[in-house]
């Protein structure tokens, strides 16, 4: 069981709107800004997409944005496109001895 | 633009010593700007943390593996490893290895992983 949860799959057709939700504690998502997301195809390494909870890599676009309000981020994914099929893993520093908690991933599939 | 990739056995026998090794390519382990990291992720599981090794020779460690793993940095070959002892198949897994900067709070790039048994 991870230390953050997020929903084990999510879907939508091209041009859609989606929303990745990333559930942890005061500890971690609550207590800082330090959220990041990855995306990962299969067989390929994870890629950092956002991080400090809405900051976006150089390598992706303004279709991909990031907020978070308590203990819960979110990724959301605008204007889908079949390449965003992939799985998405959120971050997060924690004040607790493990340092840095992950989510079990969210599986977008594209229709 | 840098590069990571992991190597090392793929299949590791139960009380054994997991080794893995992840070379840096287009960038100097020796700089004192970085953590370098890995990161581990169980069939049909998340991810975790395992640890991280500084070129200045700081090491932070998940307690969860704190008794059993060694980081550390070989400059000479451009390279970082990972030593996890007593190995059980709860440490089956694909291991990643990641670069972090200073200051920051995020793991970029990510090498493409290694799917580690433990298996007799």
């Known amino acids: 069981q991870s230390a953050l949860t997020q929903p084990a799959s999510v879907s939508g057709s091209p041009g859609q709107s989606i929303t990745i939700s990333c559930t942890g504690s005061?500890?971690?998502?609550?207590?800082?800004?330090?959220v990041s997301w990855y995306q990962q195809h299969p067989g390929k390494a994870p890629k950092l997409m956002i991080y400090?909870?809405?900051n976006r890599s150089s390598k992706f676009s303004n279709r991909f944005s990031g907020s978070k309000s308590g203990n819960t981020a979110s990724l959301t994914i605008s204007g889908l496109q079949v390449e965003d099929e992939a799985d998405y893993y959120c971050c997060s520093y924690t004040s607790s001895i493990s340092n840095w908690v992950f989510g079990g991933g969210t599986k977008l599939t594209v229709l | 633009q840098v590069q990571l990739q992991e190597s090392g056995p793929g299949l590791v026998k139960p009380s054994e010593t997991l080794s893995l090794t992840c070379t840096v390519s287009?960038?100097?382990?020796?700089?004192?700007?970085?953590?370098w990291d890995w990161i581990r992720q169980p069939p049909g599981k998340g991810l975790e943390w395992i640890g991280s090794?500084?070129?200045?020779?700081?090491?932070y460690y998940n307690p969860s593996v704190k008794s059993r793993v060694t980081i550390s940095v070989d400059t000479s070959k451009n390279q970082f490893s990972l030593k996890l002892s007593s190995v059980t198949a709860a440490d089956t897994a694909v291991y990643y290895c990641?670069?972090?900067?200073?200051?920051?709070?995020?793991?970029?790039?990510w090498g493409q992983g290694t799917p580690v048994a433990v298996s007799s």
């Open positions: 005061s500890s971690d998502i609550g207590g800082y800004d330090h």
């Open positions: 400090d909870v809405s």
């Open positions: 287009g960038d100097s382990i020796s700089s004192d700007i970085y953590y």
């Open positions: 090794a500084s070129y200045g020779g700081n090491t």
């Open positions: 990641a670069r972090r900067d200073f200051g920051e709070f995020c793991f970029d790039p």
